[in-house]
Nanobody
Framework: QVQLVESGGGLVQAGGSLRLSCTAS????????MGWYRQAPGKQRELVAA???????NYAESVKGRFTISRDNAKNTVFLQMDSLKPEDTRVYYC???????????WGQGTQVTVSS
């Protein structure tokens, strides 16, 4: 059962932009926070950006000023606008949603972002 559907990853040259989107299934109730994580091989997943239902945001220091997170509560969708991409941003990006209804974390399948130099 697919509960978080991601799109927007791909290959881009350094300095370019990508826009990721993630839509949560309707059967996930009471979503409060949504966000994006990325993971390096052999490392812990790290938070890239997160946003609450009330639009409180949090960014990793490495992406501040370059990435912008937003959401459409009515559509259960979160976006990540990525500008001024660097090769260091190359990673698999995972969508995340936290449900207050069942106090669980939900994850997308991951979408590959590759930035060439």
């Amino acid at each position: 059962q697919v509960q978080l559907v991601e799109s927007g990853g791909g290959l881009v040259q350094a300095g370019g932009s990508l826009r990721l989107s993630c839509t949560a299934s309707r059967n996930i109730f009471s979503i409060n926070a949504m966000g994006w994580y990325r993971q390096a091989p052999g490392k812990q997943r790290e938070l890239v950006a997160a946003i609450t239902r009330d639009s409180s945001v949090n960014y990793a220091e490495s992406v501040k000023g370059r990435f912008t997170i937003s959401r459409d509560n009515a559509k259960n969708t979160v976006f990540l606008q990525m500008d001024s991409l660097k090769p260091e941003d190359t990673r698999v990006y995972y969508c995340n949603a936290h449900s207050s209804g069942d106090n669980r974390e939900y994850w997308g399948q991951g979408t590959q972002v590759t930035v060439s130099s």
